[in-house]
């Protein structure tokens, strides 16, 4: 018999559940298991349980069941107490396991979760086995069938998709497309947009494709409609931000705010560092922010603050500070420097007027000394790297290049949004790339993917989804709590085309092999066409985006070196084994609306991945650790700084290094602080103010 | 028998190798390198064979040796014929293969190469053996062992490593050591400081160290001295660069040349963007660069072009076209076009005050109507990657932050090229740090690794590493040309910290293993310290830097969370398994010093990894199959555009996405080409000019 711990749940009552009332011997465990899963798997469950079902995302009668006892989670004294391994029959020697004593007193809700790993499942399994069949083929011969190819090309509104140079046949398709059905992809992208309570282990909806949502739609949360909420917000937004920039809305001065600087870390930094970055460059996005400037700042280094000030000059700034809680370490101490910053130039008053907040805790916004009335909101159901479409990117984006761009990068990524809802999955542009991703991962064994932008206004698209997918898929236990035996998640990484050809792309070429996503534009932002040139620098760029994918597809024989009449010696490193896995993506263009759109394909392949793995893609428990044990060495700094105390609680190691930390700057005292803070550093400026630190 | 495509070599006449003379019959090849065995593995060989084995850095008597027949390479009538294997014993069963047929009218020179891979060895084995007990020891554990990290906090001219959180032993660190004795990583150093030409493939020396050498030091390359040439090229670069910051060079109208562009791609440009981020906020630096401006341009991408010249005037801007052979597509091409924006507004006179290079190929510079007078040289045993030391960083560097920095630069990578060249291995950072990513590349199996500074000033320190070790690692065959049953190379890759915590960390933590570089600075290039804070904003800063390695570390167990009343279900989600090996940096300062340390340290810990896994660091064929088949593309695209033919040649993927391209935008042709270049673009302003497309 197995013990597991318990794992995550959301534990509803089973109208056929017996309560536990008078014995915990094992016979009675037996009797409240069989007559709770002789329900769960009759051929039609009650109406309840259907519910509850559908909530969870089970699949039942397939591959091996578990069977949870556990207390409502909602009322204290029902705690989960235990669960069960019923393998994969459903007869009655089912045991059951608690580790607590008290069972008697407590009345139990039985409750049933799929605990089945996809990878237990014939499906997996079937591609695994076929693997033997593809590692037998090679890129070069299944270039040459035309239909396999043709089959493997595919558009959606503009955006054209080949994956004809992914190592798969039409058999390999149909199988990844089983497994999605067996993991139940369809019903769990109706869930996300059906606003159910997905992300399980946080209690909440996962809605940010409710962020682009045009002012018809309904998209329900908890029972109620959220698109009138959301363009409520929009609609503040607009009007806020047309007043700044038509100068409506000025500083303390009276000047306009032609500067802005956006604080704000993870989701609330590179989502909308990636879109502002994509449209800096477009000619219409550009003359729409003429003589406008728009900074991140980011990290809690005041190097990020000297960079992010370099050259403005409060009057005429504005500063967002993002965070939802409004108690985001690095977020707040760098927005109480800017609020230093504005004040020390401007006094206290000017708060109100050149600082605003994108949060929902209203309470501490109001604290700082912002303008509740200047906090735009979202919501529980947006999470952080989710979130460039709510006011974390409207914000900063409708002030620097005004509200019509955002809405046209709202509408960019609602029509992936409904494509993902609607398309069949055979169709589906975000589903045939997570689940080509999950190929490449849990069965070629690929451990990253480069992501290679030929534009060089992609230049933050890696470094976002980077997040994207790393903190949503990088997990190590299953939805439900279960260790996972197979790697979720992968590391995603990339530069633009062609500065990483002559960087990385060696290893890609001759070394392991790293699935690359080749995006190419139709039209580019921005010419230059010289006279006795062969091509324009745009085609010159692109002929590059053309030549590697077959590159990494083909390969280079021994017998074509041989025929080229190279050495010999030089034979084995000239040559490329081919076969590598690639994808190519072209958009007609890169402005807010194509920009939207490939924002989206990407955030949904994550979450198709993570659907199909069977995990949680939409929390992120792993940042918490770090953060703890920051606190930690805070109070250590602290204590050493002011009260001159030793290092102590950490290991011989730890204690080291922050000893020699310490003691590098001496001088570095607490007894009275006081404002200090960089300004219009770069270039060099006499006012550059230093830690006071002497030797 | 076994038969090898022959592999590099650089052969030297042996003293006993007999030629062959009349037959290729079996016996008489059998007799050739029968005698040449039976000397090679004599105890003590013949003068000119040692120091032919020292060259070639020979280990014999240990694994499976290999005996190679070659002609001599320098004489076009001689190549490299054939390989044998003679196994791991030297009897007369040795047989002979060769692909050529006139044996019989060439003199042949029998030479011997050691071909036993690193994993064939018992140092290799050692460790593979001792994998199973290290498995067994968890971090948290070993961390507590004070003698033990002791012995793993090493110093060297400030610069403090401590890798007591790597997964390792005293023992795995012995074992590590006698895995670099047995691939004479001591005797490779030695032969690259002494300009032997340790790039095979390429037949050259590999000497970037002598690019720091003081004045006075002796470092010597085909016979010769090479540190007064490179003290001749510093030398004019300081007067040339004084003259342009003192505004005694001066452009065509006058006025002085305050911002440069500096173009160049791959090792042209990372580095010196790396080491330019670096300094920006450095407030020394930052001063010695008041009011300059320093751009890169690298990508071909017109949308690179526009973010170049942004803000820029023709009349202060000076242009340094950085590229050794003057051929290299994307700067020669980005090269003719600032030539066209600067002549369109200067005339063609201009070239020779506002363009300057950076190459050896002088020719080609004057045709480019670059004055030679203006070319700064660097050299053939300067690889692309390893180059910002020489004339490719020190130029722009110089322009921007006064040769003074450029100098002590340098100085700060000669103080680790002499530890590295020194220190005994057991004390050598860039040594013990190139030993531990063996480790956990090849042996605990990590395809990646993170570099991770906590300091925003070295945000570009990941991409430029990323260049240095993939492109030098990410190989597939040995130095020999033997395909390697191993992976080298693994994927880097990184953000500053604490914006990475709130990005791909999750991953790190409770995903895949990926080892983690943390870097950190004592005394911060800039300072906030506010009022009311419990710490300055840098020391909160590196709190996260000491906080996330015990993370990693220890991590977080159930039993922790249970007592800290953690719900049940939360649990799994909650656990962090912890045993995740990191390294620890601290820097006493961020300036040009201390980045000449850390660029040295990585470098020389790129080549550590190459000289162990037994590759050749130092060549880049993986990138030229690219390049070969974007020249294919050109044609079809100038084909297509000026005369309308139909794109041909390609697979059927390829052809359909051609044509798209080339259809979308119909109406660039390319009859009359005639200059056309984007200008201060951003923010928008009137004068962009587009590509001319309609549809």
Chains 1, 2 share one sequence.
Not at 3 to 18: C, D, G, R
Not at 249 to 275: E, H, M, N, R, Y
Not at 666 to 685: A, C, N, R
């Amino acid at each position: 018999m197995l013990l597991h711990t318990p794992a995550a749940s959301s534990s509803v009552p089973v109208a056929t559940a017996a309560a536990v009332s008078s014995s915990t011997s094992q016979e009675s465990c037996h009797r409240l298991l069989a007559s709770v899963s002789s329900s769960v798997f009759s051929a039609s469950p009650s109406p309840v349980l259907r519910r509850f079902l559908n909530t969870q995302q089970l699949s039942l009668g397939v591959g091996q069941q578990h069977l949870r006892i556990a207390h409502h989670p909602v009322c204290p004294m029902f705690n989960l107490i235990g669960w069960v391994d019923v393998g994969s029959s459903h007869s009655e020697d089912i045991r059951f396991v608690t580790d607590t004593e008290d069972l008697l007193n407590v009345k139990a809700t039985a409750v049933v979760s799929k605990s089945a790993l996809i990878s237990e499942t014939p499906a997996w399994n079937s591609l695994k086995n076929h693997l033997g069949h593809i590692n037998k083929t090679h890129l070069r011969d299944l270039l040459k069938d035309k239909d396999r190819c043709e089959g493997m090309i595919k558009e959606y509104d503009g955006v054209v998709v080949d994956f004809s140079r992914q190592r798969v046949t039409h058999e390999t398709l149909e199988k990844l497309l089983a497994l999605a059905k067996e993991a139940k992809l369809k019903e769990k992208i109706e869930s996300m947009f059906n606003g159910e309570h997905i992300n399980k282990t946080e209690g909440r909806a996962v809605l940010h494709v409710a962020l682009r949502a045009p002012r018809y739609e309904q998209i329900f949360c908890d029972g109620k409609n959220v698109v009138p909420d959301v363009w409520e917000v929009l609609d503040k937004i607009k009007d806020f931000t047309d007043r700044v920039r038509n100068g409506t809305w000025v500083g303390v001065t009276g000047k306009p705010l032609t500067d802005v600087v956006a604080i704000g870390i993870g989701g609330s930094f590179l989502g909308p560092l990636f879109v502002h970055t994509a449209l800096q460059t477009e000619p219409g996005t550009a003359k729409s922010s003429k003589g406008r400037r728009l900074r991140f700042l980011s990290n809690v280094d005041p190097v990020d603050v000297a960079c992010a000030l370099n050259g403005l000059e409060q009057e005429t700034t504005l500063v967002v500070v993002v965070s939802k809680t409004f108690t985001t370490a690095e977020t707040m101490l760098n927005a109480r420097t800017l609020r230093a910053w504005i004040t020390s130039a401007l006094g206290s008053e000017a708060v109100s007027k050149h600082m605003i907040a994108v949060s929902t805790n209203l309470k501490l916004v109001k604290e700082f000394g912002i303008d509740p009335a200047n906090a735009f909101a979202f919501w529980d159901w947006v999470g952080g790297r989710y979130s460039v479409c709510s006011a974390v990117g409207a914000v900063p984006l409708a002030l620097q290049y005004g509200f019509e761009t955002v809405q046209k990068f709202l509408e960019g990524a609602w029509s992936i949004d409904k494509h993902y809802h609607n398309a069949p999955l055979e169709e589906n542009l975000p589903v045939l790339l997570g689940l080509l991703t999950v190929w490449n991962v849990s069965f070629h064994g690929c451990s990253a993917m480069a992501i290679l932008p030929y534009c060089q206004a992609l230049q933050k698209l890696a470094p976002h989804i980077q997040q994207v997918s790393m903190e949503s898929n990088g997990k190590g236990v299953s939805i439900d709590g279960e260790t996972l035996p197979y790697e979720a998640g992968e590391i995603d990484f990339g530069e633009p085309g062609t500065n990483g050809q002559h960087s990385f792309y060696q290893l890609i070429h001759q070394g392991r092999v790293v699935p690359c996503d080749f995006i190419g534009i139709i039209k580019s932002q921005q010419s230059v066409y010289l006279k006795g040139e062969i091509v324009s620098n745009h085609d010159e760029l692109m002929c590059n985006f053309f030549a590697q994918a077959d590159a990494l597809a083909y390969g280079k024989t021994r017998e074509e070196l041989r025929a080229e009449g190279v050495p010999d010696y030089l034979i084995p490193h000239k040559t490329f084994t081919g076969n590598r896995p690639s994808l190519s993506m072209l958009l007609p263009t890169l402005d807010a609306y194509t920009t939207g759109q490939l924002l989206s394909i990407y955030e949904h392949r994550v979450a198709t991945m993570g659907f199909i793995w069977g995990i949680n893609s939409f929390d992120q428990w792993g940042v918490e650790l770090g953060k703890s044990l920051a606190t930690r060495v805070r109070t250590q700094m602290n204590a050493a700084r002011t009260k001159g105390e030793p290092v102590q609680g950490f290991n011989y190691s730890t204690t080291t290094l922050l000893n020699r930390y310490l003691k590098g700057k001496t001088q570095l005292l607490y007894p009275e602080p006081h404002d200090v803070f960089p300004s219009d550093i770069i270039p060099g400026t006499d006012n550059v103010v230093y830690e006071k630190v002497e030797q």
